[in-house]
T-cell receptor
Framework: KQEVTQIPAALSVPEGENLVLNCSFT??????LQWFRQDPGKGLTSLLLIQSSQREQTSGRLNASLDKSSGRSTLYIAASQPGDSATYLC???????????FGKGITLSVRP | NAGVTQTPKFRILKIGQSMTLQCTQD?????MYWYRQDPGMGLKLIYYSVGAGITDKGEVPNGYNVSRSTTEDFPLRLELAAPSQTSVYFC?????????????FGDGTRLSIL
């Protein structure tokens, strides 16, 4: 059974800091890995999707990497801003019916 | 730019009541999903559908039912509501090629069973 782990559960950093959010998964037979952002009281917004054959994806100040063999992904946020404060969830797509398995998320707070 | 629309946004039910959570998408996506999110937890898949007339169970289907009569709509029904079903429910959709297409989420329905 696929399990996705995100540690720590919460993180607080000062504005301007570069930071890395980690995600690990137990079954390397994945179709893709997705990073989502969730603001309080809102749904999930897709940030980046890395297909199993890819190593990384970039969007603006965000860069996500994937090491499928070791079951790890990182989300790098450059020059963090207070507007980046949110919960970041990692999810992997696996299985014959292409189901997403989610981690519990990392709640990020960027202090002005 | 409606995307995935869920109604209602909030609801309080009494134990034993039933209700239907509505979900509709305007992106012509084949795949649709229902998840629940409990505090401090990741999302768990309840049911999913790969097209009209086709549904299948996810990880936590007990106490719920779904139907998919059209491409756009994927309602979730709770029969005999129980306190354990207090949660935030999210509907999502994606295109057929799930390997390189992200899921799009609604804003959720916050449901309390008292």
């Amino acid at each position: 059974k696929q399990e996705v782990t995100q540690i720590p559960a919460a993180l607080s950093v000062p504005e301007g800091e570069n930071l890395v959010l980690n995600c690990s998964f137990t079954d390397s037979a994945i179709y893709n890995l997705q990073w989502f952002r969730q603001d309080p009281g809102k749904g999930l917004t897709s940030l980046l999707l890395i297909q199993s054959s890819q190593r990384e994806q970039t969007s603006g100040r965000l860069n996500a990497s994937l090491d499928k063999s070791s079951g790890r992904s990182t989300l790098y946020i450059a020059a963090s801003q207070p507007g980046d404060s949110a919960t970041y969830l990692c999810a992997v797509l696996t299985g014959a019916n292409s189901k997403l398995t989610f981690g519990k998320g990392i709640t990020l707070s960027v202090r002005p | 730019n409606a995307g995935v629309t869920q109604t209602p946004k909030f609801r309080i039910l009494k134990i034993g009541q039933s209700m239907t959570l509505q979900c509709t998408q305007d992106m012509n996506h084949n795949y649709m999903y229902w998840y629940r999110q409990d505090p401090g937890m990741g999302l768990k898949l309840i049911y999913y559908s790969v097209g009209a007339g086709i549904t299948d169970k996810g990880e936590v289907p007990n106490g719920y039912n779904v139907s998919r009569s059209t491409t756009e709509d994927f309602p979730l029904r709770l029969e005999l509501a129980a306190p354990s079903q207090t949660s935030v429910y999210f509907c999502a959709s994606s295109q057929r090629d799930v390997s390189n297409q992200p899921q799009h989420f609604g804003d959720g329905t916050r449901l309390s069973i008292l």
